[in-house]
Each structure stands twice: as C-alpha cells, then as structure tokens.
C-alpha cells in the first residue's frame, strides 16, 4: 500500500486517526446536550435539536473545532466538561507500535490537528504520545482548518516539506480532498474512526483498517 522509500515526512491526523473518536461524538452528541440541558432546564431530545443546527452552521471552520467559540455560545465551560468523560480518550490499537517503528526509519513525524489547543492538552496529557512527534501542528496557530484549500501551503511557514515525499493519514475526506489538490501524493483514509460505529465510506482514496495495514 506504502512504498516507505518515497516517504520522508508523516503527516497524522489526531482525532479518529491516532485517537478514536468515540470519545469525540459521545461527548458533542450526548454529554455537551446533556449539560446544555440541565443549564437550560430542556429535556434530552429538546436540547439536542438546539444544538445540531448550530453545529452544522459552522461545520468546517475553525469555529467548529475551538473550545472557546463553543464556551462563549452555549455558556458552559467546555474544557472542564471535556474532563469530565476524559477516561473515554482512547489511543486507536497499533498505534504505538506503527510510531515506533516511523521513528526507527527515521521518518519526520508531525501531528497536524484542528484540534483546539486545550484539546489537543487533554489528549496528549491522557495519552503520552507526544514524544513520537517532530512537530505539533494546530490548525489554529494558522488560522485556517485543514479542510481549506490554502492550509497546505500555509503550512510550508511552520513546517517545510516537499508534497511528493508526504504521506498523510487523515480520517476527514474533505482534509484528504484538499491535500490532493495542493499535490500531497501518499494519501491514506480510516475505515473505522469511531470503534463503536460501522466501517464509513472512505471514498475515492485508499484506507487502513488500522497501522498494521501499512507497518514498516
């Protein structure tokens, strides 16, 4: 799937890629209605048709993936509620391992996240994989998310790589989308970001199962 020898840098996505991302959807569709509720005094279901159109309003901005965005509008402390159901932060099977061996090759390895900063906190506090990466990069440092047509070459600012040497792995297609335009070559998507959830459409791109798919 992966001819390591045309790889020099490792792009990996954080949420539902590294990490699974049942712990992301239980938290924005059950435990944020859940506390939304309480303070607003609405049932569950009530709650939960508040929210979901001001999700999707800004579904893909920076907005959608900013702690504080979400702390200012609906009057919650977000951070702490995302401590609050922290245990279910789970680090995807294989990974460890496929990190490991990424280092041994002595491959770049660089985190590239929409993740908020506090987010991105919390998970690496939970789950020590920190010290696998190069670099850290958080699509908020530049302002524009990953989907966006112009994030790659902003990139470039933070951190220099050539796009026929990258691999990205990213469970967003609208991430992947947007690399193939700006050139990334190596792009690989995730069947199964969610472990509670069914295998999703990856699209036109090849995907893993999980790293032992594409282990050195």
């Not at 696998?132 to 908020?140: E, L, T």
């Not at 690989?188 to 999980?210: H, M, N, Q, S, W």
Request: aromatic share 10%; net charge negative.
């Amino acid at each position: 799937m992966i001819d390591w020898n045309q790889i020099d840098s490792v792009f990996l996505d954080m949420d539902g890629t590294l990490l699974d991302l049942h712990f992301d959807n239980h938290f924005w569709l059950s435990h944020v209605p859940m506390r939304y509720a309480e303070k607003q005094g609405l049932s569950h279901e009530a709650s939960q048709d508040a929210l979901n159109p001001r999700y999707q309003n800004v579904v893909g901005t920076m907005n959608w993936y900013c702690v504080d965005y979400w702390s200012r509008e609906l009057q919650l402390d977000i951070a702490r509620l995302k401590e609050e159901v922290a245990h279910l932060i789970a680090v995807h099977p294989h990974v460890e391992d496929f990190l490991q061996a990424l280092r041994r090759a002595n491959k770049r390895v660089v985190l590239v996240t929409n993740a908020h900063h506090k987010s991105l906190a919390l998970k690496m506090q939970r789950t020590r994989l920190a010290s696998y990466f190069d670099a850290v990069i958080c699509a908020h440092d530049l302002g524009i998310p990953k989907e966006h047509a112009d994030f790659w070459e902003k990139l470039q600012t933070l951190e220099q790589f050539h796009p026929a040497a990258t691999l990205l792995v990213d469970d967003s297609l609208p991430v992947l989308r947007s690399a193939q335009a700006y050139g990334i070559a190596h792009l690989l998507a995730v069947y199964c970001p969610d472990t509670r959830l069914p295998e999703k459409d990856v699209g036109e791109f090849a995907a893993i199962r999980d790293f032992r798919d594409i282990q050195l």
